[in-house]
């Protein structure tokens, strides 16, 4: 069955980058589908970041455009975001999933990492 | 930018009751684009329904969603100790977005 993972560290400085890679099994990247990133606030609210599809095309939330990038690895089936500098409202729960759009709405998530913005 | 709106805000009901949430937008949702989750505490949000109405792969049919436009609903027919969770609607079209959620407890 299709798994995705989130891996990376829990604490970043601010004014640094933060970077998560999701490793993704039971389903190739490249078959189809959106995949992206999804967190949630200590509050418990909930903000799209941004997707990518196989094709190469990217969406990103603009009110984080400036900050964020997500990539992608083929060979090893995961791919990863990039948010540059943090502050702590950037603290939240990072998850990856899967989606039938560029927005998401899929059945697959990652279980979430707590990364966490202080100094 | 749309807006959501969900309330209540909780939702305090007993097992084997109905349970009804409203999503509402300030902004027409296109093409039906609007999701709703449930969440419980430590884990990922878990995908109910898509396209507004439209069942998730082993949803149970207890849930159903309906609406169109700016106004959504998710029923829960029968409340099961399972479900007293939180609830996020999404519309996941242009620019997407959550909305605040609503807890259903006992």
């Known amino acids: 069955q299709v798994q995705l993972q989130e891996s990376g560290p829990g604490l970043v400085k601010p004014s640094e980058t933060l970077s998560l890679t999701c490793a993704v099994s039971g389903y190739s990247i490249n078959s189809g589908f959106y995949w992206g990133w999804i967190r949630q606030f200590p509050g418990k609210g909930l903000e799209w970041i941004g997707s990518f599809y196989r094709s190469g095309d990217t969406y990103y939330n603009p009110s984080l455009k400036s900050r964020v990038t997500i990539s992608v690895d083929t060979s090893k089936n995961q791919f990863s975001l990039n948010l540059s500098s943090v502050t702590a409202a950037d603290t939240a729960v ?7 759009t560029p927005g998401i709405a899929g059945s697959y998530w990652g279980q979430g990492t707590l990364v966490t913005v202080s100094s | 930018e749309i807006v959501l709106t969900q309330s209540p805000g909780t939702l305090s009901l007993s097992p084997g009751e109905r349970a009804t949430l409203s999503c509402r937008a300030s902004q027409s949702v296109s093409n039906n684009y609007l999701a709703w989750y449930q969440q419980k505490p430590g884990q990922a949000p878990r995908l109910l329904i898509y396209g507004a109405s439209s069942r998730a792969t082993g ?7 309906s609406g169109s436009g700016t106004d959504f ?16 609607c999404q519309q996941y079209g ?9 807890k259903v407890d006992i």
């Open chain 2, 59 to 65: 949803i149970p049919d207890r849930f159903s969603g």
């Open chain 1, 94 to 100: 990072y998850y990856c999933a899967r989606g039938s």
């Open chain 2, 94 to 102: 242009s620019s997407p977005l959550f909305g605040p959620g609503t």
């Open chain 2, 73 to 88: 609903t998710l029923t829960i027919s029968r409340l099961e100790p399972e479900d007293f969770a939180v609830y996020y």
